[in-house]
């Protein structure tokens, strides 16, 4: 039996987790690392609502593995196979969802970086194999010592190769060369957010993983398509563990409250809104929004379920910015809608996606790049955030089919703009403060429409409210607040991430 201060069902749960690991070669009891016994697939699952405590017993399990001397593999960089290694790594579906885990403690990357790895070039390779404690200081040419003792500071307390090579002041492009798909399959996998996940990408992690332990939230928004079910929904009942008890209420977290209270069937969308209006009078955490606050819209969206009203927030946020027709302004928000280039370009395809412009990707316009059709792009919640890439804007408005494209280069990634999101994209991802258009919902509720057995309505405010970290904003009015301060970009030039400067210098790749 663990003896870390776990709730019961967080100690059984580790317990039957611990249970599949031993079966896998791996005693965290006695830490005690064997080959594996079996090449056969093993899949469980830890589900519960939030604030159940997911989070801390995947912390705890990531401890006790690498305390029994397992491995963690990134997605930036992998030392020398040795065939006694047995590796860990831990994923979300998005770069923000990786960045939450990241905040944590939690060595966490996306699911992207794992199916596909980093070509370095082999001078850079002997900085990171020395990173990782597998060979000796190397001498680099145009690299001074306290370069290199900059590089190593930093590993020390960030685990990442690419960072500590920014810290020595190199960029991506120095050092990797490409990328691959990955050709041998890993070990032990993490996956948080499993919720979102589609039956192609558990496939995906099958292949790679011979043991896999899944994070998930049942009552969050199924993925699209998928008939309302998830992943984990199709395993037997003895591979899922089921967290019932809520740790963070112990705080007395009234967003917490608020989205638990969602679970009884009796509850009509007027009786939540009359407990939202309470708890805003008792709690500060909680706001009765008259109108969106457009200062926030440009770091943390305004969330809404109808794409129309999407479309119409987004065109009064850049109205109240004065935001020309033709151009976008710095520190306008984006989010990656997918990549359009051919098969040709497969090479580019993939360093765009690792580089987190993968589709759902939060990003914020930094300004035109040196050529026609690129931007200068920092990433949200990406480890390595800022790149220049070849890009095609498209900008909706109200009552037209057809996108206004302010400019656009002949392939790249592709964005829509990112003011306001749908509750589905906003899934994975948490903002200090968040809004959720109350209206939408209301809308919702009258439609009278379900998805796995529950109302709809229910099931996308228990995922809007989950999406706030410390303060929720129920906005009941369709009015745009006036900006207090032009939009800006200077708090994502101290970000201590990004290797890539904002100057003209910045390579367009």
């Keep these: ?62 401890k006790a593995l690498e305390g029994a001397g397992v491995e963690v593999v990134s997605g930036d960089y992998e030392s020398r196979k040795r065939r006694d290694k047995r590796t860990l790594a831990i994923l979300a579906p998005t770069n923000k969802a990786a960045s939450v885990l990241r905040f944590r403690g939690v060595p966490a990357t996306t699911i992207h970086r794992i199916l596909y790895t980093p070509v370095y070039d082999p001078e850079y390779e002997r900085i990171a194999e020395w990173l990782a404690g597998n060979g000796e200081r190397p001498e680099i040419e145009g690299l001074t010592e306290e370069a290199l003792d900059r590089a190593f500071a930093f590993y020390q307390n960030n685990k990442s190769i690419p960072g500590a090579l920014a810290a020595a002041g190199l960029r991506g492009s120095d050092f990797i060369t490409g990328w691959k798909r990955r050709e041998e399959p890993l070990d032990i996998g993490f996956v948080d957010e499993a919720s979102m996940l589609d039956d192609r990408q558990f496939e995906d992690l099958k292949e790679i993983f011979p043991t896999l332990l899944l994070f998930g939230d049942p009552a969050q928004l199924a993925p ?70 457009v200062d926030l819209m440009a770091r943390s969206p305004a969330l809404v379920w109808r794409n129309a009203t999407r479309i119409r927030l987004i065109q009064a946020f850049r109205t109240v910015y004065d935001a020309p027709e033709d151009r976008l302004l710095e520190g306008e928000p984006l989010i990656c809608d997918g990549l359009e280039l051919p098969l040709k370009h497969r ?56 996108p206004f494209i302010p400019f656009a280069a002949r392939m790249g990634a592709t964005f829509l703009h990112g003011a306001a999101v749908t509750i589905h994209k906003a899934q994975g991802s948490q903002w200090k403060t968040v809004q ?45 607040a006036k900006p207090s301060h032009p939009l800006t970009i200077d708090d994502l030039r101290s970000t201590p991430a990004a290797p890539l400067t904002l100057s003209e210098e910045t390579p367009d790749a």
Excluded: C
């Design 1 to 62: 039996m663990t003896t870390l201060a776990l709730s019961d069902d967080q100690a059984s749960a580790y317990d039957s987790v611990a249970d599949m690991l031993r079966g896998a070669g791996i005693d965290l009891d006695d830490a005690l690392l064997m080959p594996p016994k079996s090449t056969a697939s093993s899949v469980m699952a830890v589900t519960g609502k939030a604030g159940s405590g997911k989070t801390m017993l995947l912390s705890e399990l990531y």
């Design 224 to 293: 699209v398509n998928q008939s309302g079910a998830m992943v984990f929904d199709s395993l037997p009942s003895p591979r899922v563990l089921h967290l019932g008890r809520i740790h963070r209420q112990a705080a007395d977290n009234p967003i917490l409250d608020l989205a638990h209270a969602l679970a009884d069937p009796q509850l009509e969308f007027h009786h939540f809104e009359r407990m939202v209006e309470e708890a805003a009078a008792r709690d500060d955490r909680v706001v009765w929004g008259q109108r969106v606050e």
């Design 347 to 402: 090479k580019k395809r993939l360093d765009l996606e690792a580089r987190g412009l993968i589709k759902g990707a939060q990003v914020v316009f930094l300004g035109e790049g040196r050529k026609p059709g690129f931007s200068r792009l920092h990433v949200m919640g990406a480890e390595d955030p800022q790149v220049s890439a070849a890009s095609i804007v498209k900008i909706e408005k109200p009552d037209e089919e057809e």
């Design 436 to 480: 959720v258009f109350a209206p939408d919902l209301f809308v919702a509720a009258r439609m009278g429409r379900s998805e796995a057995g529950q109302p709809l309505w229910k099931r996308l405010a228990y995922v809007a409210i989950t999406r706030a970290q410390e303060r929720l904003i129920w906005v009941v009015n369709n009015r745009l």
